[in-house]
């Protein structure tokens, strides 16, 4: 496996992490509740792993800035982070995409393969 598609790899893996926590925040913000304190009580734990996934992202993206330049793996993680939420929003939580977001997705992809290249 070539250092590039390590880097890319890692990305999609450090995106993947950020989608799920993303998701497990949208999922608790969708639970009924008497007010934001009560839902933060209620949803504690899910609340702590979408945390703890976070800090998880930051300690390895410090551990992959110690090898890789922040200019290749900043855009490859963040991009791939807005498709993955964006994928998580439309597949799991049934939201609509419009014509723009799709577009504007396309052009994401379209960036990411060129910064792979």
């Known amino acids: 496996m070539t250092k590039l598609t390590q880097v890319i790899v890692q990305a999609g893996l ?9 998701g497990l925040l949208k999922w608790v913000a969708m639970q009924k509740a008497e007010n934001y304190f009560k839902l933060l009580g209620a949803h504690w734990g899910i609340l702590g792993l979408a945390l703890a996934i976070y800090a998880g992202i930051f300690f ?8 890789t330049s922040l200019s290749i793996i900043y855009p490859l993680y963040t991009g791939l982070s807005l498709i ?8 799991v939580f049934h939201e609509r995409l419009d014509l723009f977001q799709g577009l504007g997705s396309l052009f994401i992809v379209i960036g990411v393969a060129l910064m792979g290249m």
């Open 14 to 22: 450090l995106a993947c992490l950020l989608a799920l926590s993303h």
């Open 60 to 67: 390895y993206y410090i551990f992959m800035l110690k090898s």
């Open 84 to 91: 993955f939420v964006m994928l998580l929003g439309v597949l």
